[in-house]
């Protein structure tokens, strides 16, 4: 699997920093509810969640929140989202197919790295 830091922004200048699992199978952005539930104070601009998510294994699991706001990775930045959900101790930050598209993601698997981009740069990580 391929592990990197994010940084989540908050509204009044908060940087939540989650261990992220990059999946490009994952048709969703998540966090993991017990993650969730100690950083939301920082994070603001949340809300309740009527998504309902399948899994892979086939089970209908309910979003109990979203969050809307700025995602930096590297030294890039994107206006991003994401679900919220209980992992089972999975993950912390599952970073899917929406966000990886949002960051312009190029995955090099002879290196492990991940090369991303906004408007104005672009960085690459490593895992």
């Known amino acids: 699997p391929f592990i990197h830091q994010i940084t989540l922004n908050g509204p009044k200048g908060e940087a939540v920093r989650v ?3 990059f999946d490009n199978g994952a048709m969703v ?9 100690k950083v939301k104070h920082c994070l603001g601009n949340w809300s309740p969640s009527e998504k309902k998510l399948r899994m892979a294994n086939g089970s209908i699991v309910n979003s109990d929140a979203k969050w809307l706001g700025i995602i930096e990775v590297g030294r890039v930045w994107v206006k991003g989202e994401f679900e919220v959900f209980n992992s089972g101790g999975g993950w912390a930050f599952l970073f899917g197919k929406p966000l990886l598209q949002s960051f312009k993601a190029e995955h090099d698997y002879k290196t492990d790295s991940i090369r991303i981009s906004d408007d104005s740069q672009s960085a690459t990580i490593y895992n």
């Open 29 to 37: 952005a998540a966090m993991c509810t017990s993650v969730f539930d």
């Open 19 to 21: 261990r992220t699992l």
